[in-house]
């Protein structure tokens, strides 16, 4: 018996190692999504520059979770609002962890967790790269990046997933609507009050000029990639699938994953209609993702039918909210990366009281208070020491020549460049 046992147990720990590596592949796949998606948002004179951030900050992203984020995260705390501080992975974490609540609990490889947590602080720094987008200095915005994943992402983490004050607090937050999402667009918006709005985005008799993107195809695929992802995403959040409950539950994660998705897109586009008189195929696109984020932070317990009413809901939303940044307060933000993961991000955090019967008003508040507060003090230190000392905005020249010549030293579409 002793011997069937051991064999169960191992098995359990290849398959859940094996699902927790391949659902972080997914999510690692997002980052060729971000790509995209910004690539087809933005200007053409502006492509390989964004291409550039892109890969670079999945680079930083994976370096400097390695080198301490991870540990801050997830390693011994000096107490639930302080964590502790260490360097590298060490042999430790080559061992299986073995979670809390005996032979049902998750049983996998200590680095399959590691591998899927570094791809979601990539994510939440691919939220900026959107937002800054057009007129950031590369190497300001590389700098932000290695304090962000190093250390303003993790400490919030800790927070929640790393068993900190937020956790016992009763704040839930399955799989990163605050997290990740909100915490990454409180990151861009200190960003973007401090560097401006594009050259002629505003007239100063207070209209709004629209700035088209280069290449709606890459934006379209790029979004689609983020859906492929995001159920690796909320689908690996769970964490487990080697027995017949977890297996349940990752079905129903991934089908209401899927239908808020629907109900976002479907939702946007028919608000654009109504509201612009004409079908905006970017206002689907960040209603789909819209509704991603809005059931990111419990996607296992509404039904099919209210997980698509949830993603719904942040499909209006991030319509209006796009609009009023733009009209009201004249927040430049060439992708609508803040009112996708902030706005709905908020959203989606209070959705959870809907169907979670564990979930309080009160704690999702303080969560979404804690987080934002956080993450946009620290990031607003980090970027105006860096406007400060540095500067963060590319000059006027280079803005209208576009950063892949200033920046990059080359054109993403050489041929539509006169010679």
Not at 76 to 82: E, G, L, Q
Not at 218 to 223: C, R
Not at 257 to 280: H, P, V
Request: glycine fraction near 12%; proline fraction near 3%.
């Amino acid at each position: 018996m002793e011997q069937v046992a051991g064999d169960i147990l191992q098995v359990k720990y290849a398959l859940d190692t094996f699902y927790f590596l391949v659902m972080g592949a997914f999510v690692m796949w997002m980052a060729a999504g971000f790509s995209m998606l910004e690539a087809g948002m933005v200007r053409s004179k502006n492509t390989a520059e964004i291409l550039t951030k892109n890969i670079v900050l999945y680079s930083i992203a994976s370096v400097m979770y390695m080198l301490v984020g991870y540990n801050i995260m997830y390693g011994d705390a000096v107490s639930s609002i302080i964590p502790g501080i260490s360097f590298g992975l060490g042999g430790d974490n080559e061992a299986a962890a073995v979670l809390a609540g005996g032979e049902d609990a998750p049983y996998y490889s200590n680095l399959s967790d590691f591998f899927f947590q570094v791809v979601f602080v990539a994510t939440a720094m691919s939220i900026v790269s959107g937002a800054v987008a057009e007129r950031m200095k590369l190497w300001a915005f590389l700098g932000f990046a290695v304090v962000f994943t190093a250390v303003i992402y993790p400490t919030q983490g800790m927070w929640k997933w790393g068993g900190g004050f937020l956790d016992e607090a009763g704040f839930l937050d399955f799989a990163g609507s605050g997290v990740v999402h909100m915490a990454g667009a409180a990151a861009a918006i200190a960003g973007v009050l401090l560097l401006g709005a594009r050259k002629g985005k505003y007239g100063k008799d207070g209209s709004v000029n629209a700035i088209p993107g280069a290449n709606m195809p890459l934006a379209t695929l790029g979004t689609f990639i983020l859906w492929m992802g995001w159920f690796g995403f909320n689908g690996g959040s769970e964490l487990m699938v080697s027995n017949v409950d977890e297996a349940n539950a990752t079905s129903m994660v991934f089908v209401n994953t899927n239908m808020a998705a629907a109900g976002g897109c479907i939702a946007a586009l028919l608000l654009a209609r109504m509201w612009f008189g004409k079908a905006d195929l970017t206002m689907a696109l960040n209603g789909a993702l819209a509704g991603l984020v809005s059931i990111t932070a419990e996607p296992l317990t509404p039904s099919p039918e209210l997980a698509t009413l949830i993603g719904a809901a942040g499909g209006l939303l991030v319509v209006a909210s796009i609009v009023i940044m733009d009209k009201f307060f004249k927040i430049d933000d060439p992708v609508g990366a803040i009112s996708v993961h902030g706005v709905v991000g908020i959203w989606g955090l209070l959705a959870v009281t809907f169907s979670n019967p564990d979930a309080t008003l009160g704690a999702q508040l303080l969560g979404i208070a804690v987080i934002f507060a956080w993450v946009f003090a620290t990031s607003f230190v980090v970027w105006f020491l860096l406007k400060s000392i540095f500067g963060i905005r590319v000059s006027e020249e280079e803005e209208y020549e576009g950063l892949d010549v200033g920046e990059c030293g080359l054109v993403a579409y050489p041929e539509f460049v006169s010679k």
